[in-house]
């Protein structure tokens, strides 16, 4: 795990808050998609294994 406050990764990334939050919301978009499940009722299993997918922790670091 990063050991990057928020303020520090909002500085390193030069993203904000929000848009951070927007490209997690789109990658487990994605992920449910590529998965075949609905995105708008996941469950509490399906969430678990999309927050351990590396591309939802590091939302953002591709565009720094």
């Known amino acids: 795990m990063s ?6 990764f ?3 990334t030069g993203l904000s ?3 951070i939050n927007e ?8 992920y449910a998609e590529l998965k075949g499940w609905d ?6 299993e ?4 999309i927050y351990q997918q590396e591309d939802y ?3 953002g670091l591709l565009f720094s």
């Not at 050991?3 to 520090?8: A, F, L, M």
């Not at 399906?46 to 294994?49: A, C, K, P, R």
């Open 39 to 44: 995105s708008n009722s996941l469950t509490q």
């Open 3 to 8: 050991n990057y406050s928020k303020d520090e």
């Open 23 to 30: 490209l997690k919301e789109a990658f487990v978009e994605k």
């Open 17 to 19: 808050e929000k848009d």
């Open 46 to 49: 399906q969430l678990t294994e």
């Open 10 to 12: 909002v500085k390193e």
């Open 57 to 59: 922790k590091k939302a």
